[in-house]
């Protein structure tokens, strides 16, 4: 499958309120599940913690289809958070190829990622397929992790 022609731009001021509802309407049916949904705090998780500094919007064909927060994470490493597609671009390549180029620029600077995940959400078979484990979890939350793989450049083909 071939993913859409896609890019990454920081965050601006402008994008906030459009990706906490897009954050909103992915999340919800996985929060409503598990009994956690609230309207105002699932936007507002976002708008505490959007940052122009490490948020990115994804963006096909110049309009925003999702977003992608890549932070240092305190236990060393970076942390992945707020990686949201909307409906009608998942499935598609395009999450897979995002988070292709985040573990790229990590494996890059030989730094694991973290990331959190709701139980039960199928966003976690996309990280497994990128070589998530699960690290802890609780009744709500599944925190995985990828250790650092070699820089691209240093891989080699199978049977090479």
Known sequence: MTSPTWTL????????EPIA???AEVMRPDLVRLGRYDE???RQRFRDTCSGRYT???????ALAGSVTVRPDGRGGRLLEHFYLAAGQQGRGLGSAVLRQVLAEADAAGEPVRLVVVQGSAARRLY????FVRESEDRIDVVMVR??????AQRT???G
Request: glycine share 14%; proline share 15%.
């Open 157 to 159: 083909a199978p049977g």
């Open 56 to 62: 990115s919007v994804v963006e096909v064909d110049g």
């Open 147 to 152: 250790p650092a793989g070699p820089p691209a």
């Open 40 to 42: 105002h705090r699932v």
């Open 9 to 16: 731009r920081p965050v601006g001021a402008a994008d906030v």
């Open 21 to 23: 509802e897009l954050r």
């Open 128 to 131: 497994e397929r990128h070589g």
